[in-house]
């Protein structure tokens, strides 16, 4: 976890309220991504940035959208959050877009619950 | 497209004895393979990869995996398993074909170490 911190790291809302997720890294890499976390399936990527405003879509992007207006900063937000986006959302970052040469580094995590 | 299975949810294992976790995988270029460790309340941790070489990878906490080209699979060992080693294990691909690609997560297997 180290270098990257998630906030809040506990949250509940009510159905159709907003909520922003907040990725802060000290480590001053360049990719930074958000997953989601769900029994059996494992993590799938929501959305990532390979720089300051460049983002891009992941696997389950609907529903969500991101910012990044700092290198160390990564928001995702869920406009109207529902019942089906109850989660754990984890944080990742790379020096380079994950693969070969460059592992990811996961932040703590966030769970967040919709009622 | 690219896919990773971990066909077992959990792995039951007394301390002391070898572990094996399995997984399988699916790429049309060369794969590149991961394996990440998660503690409770905690993000994932880096354990090992595969991009190329050496069939046999050793990674973090005495644990290896073994790439079987032939067999699409990537499983996870280690020689004598401890308590401490109970945690969920992620395998993860990405297929180094194609630049664009993010990594693809399986499904998690828990692995319990019983003393």
């Known amino acids: 976890d180290a270098g990257i911190t998630q906030s809040p790291r506990h949250k509940v809302t009510e159905t159709g309220t907003p909520v922003t997720l907040r990725c802060h890294q000290t480590?001053?890499?360049?990719?930074m991504y958000w997953y989601r976390q769900d029994p059996g399936h494992g993590l799938r990527l929501i959305h990532y940035?390979?720089?300051?405003?460049?983002?891009d879509k992941g696997e389950v992007s609907d529903g969500y959208s991101v910012s990044r207006s700092k290198t160390e900063d990564f928001l995702l937000t869920l406009e109207s959050a529902t019942s089906s986006q109850t989660s754990v959302y984890f944080c990742?970052?790379?020096?380079?877009?994950?693969?070969?040469?460059?592992?990811?580094?996961f932040g703590p995590g966030t769970r967040l619950t919709v009622l | 497209a690219q896919s990773v299975a971990q066909p077992e949810d959990q792995v039951n294992v007394a301390e002391g004895n070898p572990l094996t976790v399995k997984c399988t995988y699916s790429?049309?270029?060369?794969?590149?393979l991961f394996w990440y460790v998660q503690y409770p309340n905690r993000g994932l941790q880096f354990l090992l990869k595969?991009?190329?070489?050496?069939?046999l990878v050793k990674g973090s906490y005495g644990f290896e995996a073994e790439f079987n080209k032939s067999q699409t699979s990537f499983h996870l060992k280690k020689p004598s398993a401890l308590v401490s080693d109970s945690a969920l294990y992620f395998c993860?691909?990405?297929?180094?074909?194609?630049?664009?690609?993010?990594?693809?997560f399986g499904g998690g297997t828990r692995l319990m170490v019983k003393p």
């Open positions: 990742a970052i790379s020096p380079g877009l994950a693969g070969a040469n460059n592992e990811q580094f």
């Open positions: 480590e001053n890499h360049r990719y």
């Open positions: 940035s390979y720089g300051v405003k460049d983002t």
């Open positions: 790429v049309s270029g060369n794969p590149y």
């Open positions: 595969y991009i190329t070489g050496d069939n």
């Open positions: 993860a691909v990405r297929d180094g074909g194609n630049a664009g690609n993010m990594l693809t």
